[in-house]
């Protein structure tokens, strides 16, 4: 029966980091079936799922890695994977952005709107240069929910930061901010 683990390692950055990871635990038998990895402000950061075919049990896992790094370099953390019961969000996924001034704050506002909502943070990234900030997320907005009603109480919750703020449906942010991408949306349309 296979075995499956979720892992997270951090560790300050450096060039061969995911190698050595993915070498460690394909070497231990590891399919690896899903992966998220960045770096933010010289700290890298990867979580990834991994299949056994084998028994291999997570301490062994957390060693292989470990011994692939310096002594205290690396934070690993190997966790069994447990399939959710219930996603967290179900309904359509939207892309937000907010740009403007960067100050204390901003996130416990957003976070706790889109909580408070039942708007699942998919992905979330956000970049400062000098004093601006650019805030880019995916998000799951249930369908019972008002879009344009969301998207005002949004702009209100976010207005004492002054920030410019969208939540556009996915495939209209791709249309309006890739090249090609419409002729990628028709055609998906004309397929289905």
């Known amino acids: 029966m296979e075995q499956r683990y979720v892992i997270s390692v951090l560790i300050a950055d450096r060039v061969g980091i995911l190698s050595a990871i993915t070498a460690a635990v394909t070497d231990l038998g590891a399919n690896i079936v899903g992966i998220s990895q960045t770096v933010e402000q010289g700290y890298f950061t990867v979580i990834m799922i991994v299949a056994f075919a084998q028994p291999v049990g997570p301490e062994a896992i957390r060693h292989a890695i470990l011994n692939r790094f ?14 959710q019961r219930q996603a967290p969000g179900t309904g359509d996924r939207y892309v937000l952005t907010m740009a403007g001034r960067d100050r204390p ?18 992905d979330l990234f956000f970049r400062i240069v000098g004093d601006k ?3 880019v997320g995916e998000v799951t907005v249930p369908a019972q929910l008002d879009l344009k009603q969301t998207q005002d109480e949004l702009r209100a919750v976010m ?23 419409i002729r990628h949306l028709l055609r998906q349309t004309n397929h289905a």
């Open 105 to 122: 704050g901003i996130l416990k506002a957003l976070t706790g709107y889109l909580a408070g909502k039942k708007i699942n943070i998919e």
């Open 133 to 135: 900030v650019t805030h």
């Open 159 to 181: 207005a004492p930061f002054a920030l410019v703020v969208n939540l556009q449906h996915e495939n209209l942010f791709r249309a309006t901010n890739e090249v090609g991408a």
């Open 70 to 83: 310096d002594q205290d370099e690396a934070s690993v953390l190997v966790r069994p994977f447990q399939a």
